[in-house]
């Protein structure tokens, strides 16, 4: 069972990956954006099932507020890095799919 304090700690332990995760996005270093991802989802399960019956009141609910919204934006600080390049990569697979389809139709030129 965790206390009042375990669900702060984990909370900002969280608002810290969420920041190195700007930084990784920032630096293109996917690799390490990734495993950031993956620590950050083990502390949401480790929330998922023991943060239920802690209550937060008064400065400590305010403190886990605040980091929720710095998390939030930190995630759309990362979301606005990585869309354009998804739209890239897209754009490349599809590209390389036309090509392929014109291949397999009309022969290599």
């Not at 630096?27 to 099932?49: F, G, I, N, P, Y």
Request: aromatic share 4%.
């Amino acid at each position: 069972m965790m206390t009042n304090q375990d669900v702060l700690t984990v909370y900002a332990a969280m608002g810290e990956l969420t920041s190195q995760m700007v930084t990784a996005a920032n630096e293109s270093d996917w690799d390490r954006l990734e495993a950031l991802e993956q620590r950050m989802s083990a502390h949401v399960a480790l929330l998922k099932t023991s943060e239920g019956s802690v209550k937060l009141e008064g400065e400590q609910r305010q403190r886990k507020v605040s980091l929720i919204k710095q998390m939030l934006a930190d995630d759309r600080k990362v979301r606005d890095m990585i869309e354009p390049w998804m739209a890239h990569l897209s754009k490349l697979i599809n590209s390389t799919g036309t090509e392929r389809r014109v291949v397999n139709a009309y022969g290599a030129v």
